[in-house]
Each structure stands twice: as structure tokens, then as C-alpha cells.
């Protein structure tokens, strides 16, 4: 069952998805040469305390942290600890959420680390957000769950990966609907599976999380011995973007983006719902 949100609901979404933009900020300040992920998991915890908002991630299914801290090959789930100390020259995905009042918001971004970044790895995070925002795009009143999914694929796949080859999009994991809880129904994939049929339709008050993972090479990956931490099987390295999205009846809200997501949806061509916050 998809849990539809009355507007009411969306205004409480906003509020836990501006906590979690604030930790995405402060976290992104914090990703330097020589900063462990226990750091940046320390930041986070701060950013919540200081917004009375609950950590989703903390407990979740056992997670022992507040946010998620992948570095490099690192697809999702990244355990923080004091042993990863970020050096000049890597990536880092951090994936967190915040609760208000019962409601969650989630999102993810990925952040170089100090300098001297390769045009691969710069583009390999570029073309993760855009086709996120694709998706985004295509939360429209009218279209199904497939749409999606397609607008995400169909912009990975259209991109030229320097050096060659393709991008590989990660099949094991991917959005999801968010509300009362941080995981919901629809289960959202990042390409197309015919066998999966064209999902429910897109409605007001219908909100998703939106995350597609790429890498430089393969699609598959692995769970690490500690259970939680996903690695790409061929070592390539991976980004992983996300934002959580209300489809109201003025068009889709972005509700973990500082603006709404107003800037770069008309970029787009689309005008986004007004915040209720505002």
C-alpha cells in the first residue's frame, strides 16, 4: 500500500527534510583531508540535537551510526568509524535522515574531498545527480512509478563515460516511498525491469525518495562482513545522490532541498510547488 499524505502531512515532511539539508551542509563543511567518518557521523548527531529532530538511520534494522558514510567504492551503508580518515582525492556519499514529530525526511549527497579530482570521477558524480533530478522531473500528476525509473536509466544511459564503456547502475538498491516510516512501498528502481509491470500512479500527495547509485563499472555489489557495508564487486568506485519528493497538486516539492528544488527544476522547465514552509 502506498500511504498518501494530505498537505498538512507534506508542511511536517518539509520540516524534516530542511533537518536533514542542514546536516547535509554542516557535513559537507566537515568532509576534509584528515576528518574520520566518526567525525562526520559526530556532526550530524550535533545538527539533529540542535533541531530536535530524531535520527532515522541510528537503530535502524541494528545500524549502529546516524549517518551513512561511503567512501570510494563504497556504494551505501557505510559504517562511520575512526579507522576511515578521508584523504585528498576521494569520494564520499553520506546518506542521512531526520524525523520530526513521526514524519521522516532522507536524502543523500556525494562530496569530493580536498582537490586534484579526476574529469571521470567529476563526471561520474555529475551525471548520478542529474539523472536524479530526471527523476525528480518526472513526478507528474498522470504518470506511473516506471516513469521514474525511465527518466533516471534514460539519462545515465545517454551520458559518454570518459574513457568509454558505461556507466554501471546499481540493481541491487534503490528509492523508496517515505512518510511515517523512512523505507515505504513503492520500491523505486533506477532502470527499467519490464517484469515489474508500470507501478501505481503518481498522485498528490505520493512522495519518494529518489537515489539513483552509479558506478565506473559494474552494477553488482557486495555486502561486507559487517553486513552493512555495500562495495561495488569490481572495486570501482561509485556516487550515490537522493532526495525525498512530494507530488502535490502545484507539482513536486522537493522537500530535502533548501529551495524546494525551485532553482533547478526550472532549469528543467518546471515550475516547483510552493514551499509550505514559506
Not at 566518526?38 to 540535537?49: F, H, M, P, T, Y
Not at 556507466?167 to 533506477?190: A, Q, V
Request: hydrophobic share 40%; net charge negative; proline share 6%.
Amino acid at each position: 500500500m502506498v500511504q498518501i499524505k494530505s498537505p498538512e502531512q507534506i508542511a511536517k515532511m518539509r520540516e524534516a527534510g530542511l533537518v536533514v539539508a542542514a546536516i547535509h551542509a554542516a557535513t559537507r563543511e566537515a568532509a576534509v583531508p584528515g576528518a574520520t567518518t566518526r567525525d562526520l557521523d559526530q556532526v550530524a548527531r550535533k545538527v539533529l540535537a540542535e533541531h530536535g529532530a530524531k535520527p532515522n538511520f541510528l537503530g535502524y534494522g541494528g545500524f549502529p551510526a546516524t549517518i551513512c558514510t561511503s567512501a570510494n567504492e563504497v556504494v551505501v551503508h557505510g559504517i562511520p568509524d575512526d579507522r576511515t580518515v578521508l584523504k585528498d582525492g576521494d569520494i564520499i556519499s553520506v546518506d542521512c535522515g531526520a524525523i520530526i514529530d513521526g514524519w521522516h525526511g532522507d536524502a543523500a549527497y556525494t562530496a569530493f574531498v580536498g582537490s586534484g579530482h579526476s574529469p571521470e570521477l567529476i563526471e561520474l558524480s555529475r551525471v548520478t545527480e542529474e539523472s536524479m533530478w530526471a527523476g525528480i522531473a518526472a513526478m507528474k500528476q498522470g504518470n506511473r512509478l516506471v516513469d521514474v525509473s525511465r527518466a533516471v536509466e534514460t539519462y545515465i544511459r545517454r551520458q559518454p563515460k570518459p574513457g568509454g564503456g558505461r556507466y554501471g547502475i546499481i540493481e541491487d538498491y534503490g528509492g523508496h516511498g517515505i512518510g511515517t516510516e523512512m523505507h515505504m512501498d513503492p520500491h523505486l528502481l533506477n532502470y527499467v525491469d519490464r517484469r515489474r509491470g508500470k507501478g501505481p500512479k503518481l498522485v498528490p500527495g505520493f512522495c519518494l525518495a529518489i537515489e539513483p547509485m552509479v558506478s565506473l563499472g559494474t552494477p553488482k555489489t557486495a555486502v561486507l562482513e559487517d553486513e552493512w557495508t555495500v562495495v561495488t564487486t569490481d572495486g570501482t568506485w561509485s556516487s550515490h545522490w537522493e532526495h525525498s519528493v512530494a507530488l502535490t497538486e502545484q507539482g513536486p516539492l522537493v522537500l530535502t532541498a533548501p529551495d524546494g528544488g525551485r532553482a533547478k527544476l526550472a532549469e528543467l522547465g518546471i515550475t516547483a510547488a510552493p514551499d509550505p514552509l514559506a
